[in-house]
């Protein structure tokens, strides 16, 4: 089983930038695609963005298209997803995830390995 540890969360005003990572255990990373979601107290986990094995196609939900950048480096295994112009409705724990080979991009099912979540707090 995969380890995923997220890292800079943190408390930004509006119209700032943030940048997270993933790190993930392994030498399998470049393997999957990989994933970020977010989550709010009270509400289903919702994808935010994916990367596929190579690199080189991407996935975003239409909120944050434009604003968030997910990439990835195989050598290091790790994944970002940096954040530009947040906005409050963007406050939520963000999870790093592994895709299940032939699962769902778009949805927590389609995910088999979590890390622990990491806060972002985007003030007005």
């Known amino acids: 089983q995969v380890q995923l540890v997220e890292s800079g969360g943190g408390l930004v005003q509006a119209g700032g930038s943030l940048s997270l990572s993933c790190a993930a255990s392994g030498r399998t990373f470049s393997s999957y695609t990989m994933g970020w979601f977010r989550q709010v107290p009270g509400k289903e986990r919702e994808f935010v963005a994916a990367i596929n094995r190579s690199g080189d196609r991407t996935y975003y939900a239409d909120s944050v298209k434009g604003r968030f950048t997910i990439s990835r480096d195989n050598a290091k295994n790790q994944v970002y997803l940096q954040m530009n112009s947040l906005k409050p409705e963007d406050t939520a724990v963000y999870y790093c995830?592994?895709?299940?080979?032939?699962?769902?991009?778009?949805?927590?099912?389609?995910?088999?390995?979590w890390g622990q979540g990491t806060q972002v707090t985007v003030s007005s």
């Open positions: 995830a592994r895709k299940i080979g032939s699962g769902s991009t778009y949805y927590s099912y389609g995910y088999d390995s």
